[in-house]
C-alpha cells in the first residue's frame, strides 16, 4: 500500500487527489495547504484527518511515501527538492520550476535520491497521445520535421497567482505553452533544441472591465494585479533541423477560443487538437485517417488518471517514468529562452 500526501489543495489538485482516493494501492493520508479554511474543507470532504498548514512538517511524517505537488510555479522546485531529500517520491505539476538553475538543482536532487520524480507532463498520458505515439513510433509518419500548436483564450486569464509573475515564473507560455512545448517535442523524440525565436506582449492587460461574458477566476483573483504577457509566441529549432512553432495567449481579440496540435513528417501527419486524425500517403492518394477511439478530443479527466497510475506504477517499481525531471530541465530551458529572446528582441541560442 503507497501512502501519499498531497501539497497544495487548490482546483489542481482534486485530479490528483480524486485518482489516489479510487486507486486499490493506495492510502491518501495527509493534506498540506497554507489557507486553513481551505484545507479543513478538503480534509473533511476527502476523509483525510492528518492536516498541515508548512510542507515541512508534512514531509516528516516517516508514514508518507509520495507526494504530489500541486502548489504556484515558484514553490515547485524547494518543495520537491525537500521532499526527495526526506526520501518521499514526487509527482510536481507543470512546469518543473521557474527557472533554469532551480531545475538543474532538481534533476541533482532526483538522481541523488534514488526516487521516482515525475513532472506533470499530463498530455503525455492522453489516450490519443499513447496511440499516436506508436504510429509515430513504428515510423508510420516518418521523420517529424515540424510541428505547430496554439493555444489561443479570447478571455481567460485567471488572475491570482497566475497573473502575479514572481510566483507563477510568467503567463500563458509558461501555464499553457509548456503543454504545447512538452506535448510537440515529446512526439517529435525530443530532440536537442538549439535555438529560440520568441514575442511576448502586454497589450491587452486582464480585460476585467469586459462585462456579460464569463470565465474561470483563481480563488484569489484581484482585479489590480497582472504583470504577466498577454500573448507569446516562439519558434524553436532543434539539431536535427525540425522545428515548432507555438503561440499562446490568456487574452486576445479573436473570435473563440482555439485548441490546436499538429505535427507533421515526411510519410505523413497528424493532428491531436482539436480532434484526434491522421494525414496518410497510399498508392499516390491521400488519406484522411480518423481513428476510432472514446474520445477524438483531449480528455482531461482520462489523462490525469492516467498520469496518477503511471506514477503510482512507478513509485511500486513496476515501470519507468515517461516524464523525469530531465525532461522537465530541457522544457524549462526553452521557456526560459523564449523570455530572454522576447526581452532582448533576437534569437536566443541554447
Not at 156 to 168: C, I, L, Q, V
Not at 240 to 253: E, P, R
Request: glycine share 8%; net charge negative.
Amino acid at each position: 500500500m503507497l501512502k501519499v500526501g498531497v501539497i497544495g489543495v487548490g482546483s489542481i489538485s482534486q485530479y490528483h487527489i480524486q485518482p489516489y482516493k479510487d486507486h486499490p494501492e493506495v492510502e491518501l493520508v495527509a493534506f498540506c495547504d497554507l489557507n486553513e479554511q481551505r484545507l479543513k474543507k478538503k480534509g473533511e470532504e476527502y476523509g483525510v484527518s492528518q492536516l498541515y498548514t508548512d510542507y515541512k512538517e508534512l514531509l516528516k511524517n516517516k508514514d508518507i511515501d509520495a507526494v504530489s505537488i500541486c502548489t504556484w510555479n515558484e514553490t515547485h522546485a524547494e518543495i520537491g527538492i525537500s521532499a526527495l531529500e526526506a526520501g518521499k517520491h514526487v509527482l510536481v505539476e507543470k512546469p518543473l520550476c521557474t527557472n533554469v538553475e532551480e531545475a538543474h538543482a532538481f534533476e541533482k536532487a532526483a538522481r541523488e535520491s534514488g526516487k521516482t520524480a515525475q513532472v506533470g507532463f499530463v498530455r503525455r498520458h492522453g489516450s490519443n497521445t499513447k496511440i499516436l505515439k506508436k504510429f509515430l513510433d513504428n515510423g508510420d509518419l516518418g521523420e517529424l520535421y515540424y510541428a505547430k500548436a496554439s493555444v489561443l483564450r479570447r478571455l481567460g486569464n485567471p488572475g491570482g497567482w497566475f497573473s502575479d509573475k514572481k510566483r507563477s515564473g510568467g503567463g500563458p507560455l509558461i501555464d499553457l505553452g509548456v503543454h504545447l512545448i512538452d506535448l510537440c517535442w515529446y512526439l517529435m523524440g525530443k530532440p536537442k533544441p538549439v535555438s529560440v525565436t520568441g514575442n511576448t506582449y502586454h497589450s491587452l492587460g486582464n480585460r476585467n472591465n469586459i462585462q456579460n461574458l464569463s470565465f474561470y477566476k483563481a480563488a484569489d483573483f484581484d482585479p489590480a494585479r497582472n504583470d504577466v504577457e498577454d500573448l507569446a509566441n516562439a519558434l524553436i529549432r532543434f539539431e536535427n533541423g525540425a522545428s515548432l512553432f507555438i503561440d499562446v495567449s490568456f487574452t486576445l481579440h479573436t473570435k473563440e477560443n482555439e485548441v490546436s496540435v499538429k505535427v507533421f513528417g515526411d510519410k505523413g501527419g497528424a493532428e491531436i487538437e482539436p480532434e484526434f486524425s491522421i494525414v496518410a500517403e497510399k498508392y499516390d492518394t491521400i488519406l484522411n485517417i480518423d481513428p476510432q477511439v472514446d474520445h477524438s478530443e483531449f480528455n482531461f479527466v482520462e489523462a490525469f488518471n492516467n498520469e496518477v497510475d503511471h506514477f503510482i506504477q512507478c513509485c511500486l517499481g513496476r515501470s519507468e517514468v515517461i516524464a523525469p525531471i530531465s525532461d522537465g530541465v530541457e522544457v524549462m530551458k526553452m521557456i526560459s529562452a523564449i523570455y530572454e529572446s522576447a526581452e532582448l528582441g533576437r534569437e536566443v541560442n541554447l
